[in-house]
């Protein structure tokens, strides 16, 4: 059963980049069963994708958030990664990582980490 | 305003049905499978419904899933107070290269 984990600053300036990394337990990201994705949620509202990785590296962005945007897999600590640059408060949101068998939506959640923009 | 139309809230008593309602176009709920998830305030979403109206393992047959057309349907019977939360569609749109999540449903069980 996959676990994620989500971690990194609760707190960035505006203009800066916001860095989280999630941690996977359960499987590999390298595995070709998997992809990855990170989902946001600002506060009071919805459910927003931001993009998803695949077990081969490739990334898939929301096109609203495509010029800002980096997922990224490190595979020898099975970890993935989410960069947004040029942060404005709008960006304050719970960011969550998840994982979901190949062909099907994401099963498995983080539990998510609260992220503010400001100075 | 999202891509996919979901009623803002319904309501209904408990032991009753409900259902809530996903509205796209022919580029995403037309031509992909649809899923459903709920969530309970501050935690994660968890998934409910995938291709349309399969289950994942654990979710009771109290809950279902349908599509036709350019929409779908998500389907709760026996209602209990704790199936309050709120419920999200989703599916990809092959226009916009895109995950969707529709805009959310509050379901309220009186």
């Known amino acids: 059963q996959l676990q994620l984990q989500e971690s990194g600053p609760g707190l960035v300036k505006p203009s800066e980049t916001l860095s989280l990394t999630c941690t996977v337990s359960g499987g590999s990201i390298s595995g070709s069963s998997f992809y990855w994705g990170w989902i946001r949620q600002s506060p009071g509202k919805g459910l927003e994708w931001i993009g998803s990785i695949d077990y081969s590296g490739s990334t898939y962005y929301n096109p609203s958030l495509k010029s800002r945007v980096t997922i990224s897999g490190d595979t020898s600590k099975n970890q993935l990664s989410l960069m947004l640059n040029s942060v404005t408060a709008a960006d304050t949101a719970v960011y969550f990582c998840?994982?979901?068998?190949?062909?099907?939506?994401?099963?498995?959640w983080g539990q998510g980490t609260q992220v503010t923009v400001s100075s | 305003q999202s891509v996919l139309t979901q009623p803002p809230s319904v309501s209904a008593a408990p032991g009753q049905k409900v259902t809530i309602s996903c509205s796209g176009s022919?580029?995403?709920?037309?031509?992909?499978?649809v899923c459903w998830y709920h969530q309970l305030p501050g935690t994660a979403p968890k998934l409910l419904i995938y291709?349309?109206?399969k289950r994942p393992s654990g979710i009771p047959d109290r809950f279902s899933g349908s599509k036709s057309g350019t929409s779908a349907t998500l389907g709760i019977t026996g209602l209990q107070t704790g199936d309050e939360a709120d419920y999200y569609c989703g599916t990809w749109d092959n226009s916009l290269s895109s995950w969707l999540f529709g805009g959310g449903t509050k379901l309220t069980v009186l």
């Open positions: 998840g994982g979901g068998i190949t062909g099907s939506p994401i099963a498995s």
């Open positions: 022919s580029s995403n709920i037309g031509n992909n499978y």
């Open positions: 291709d349309n109206s």
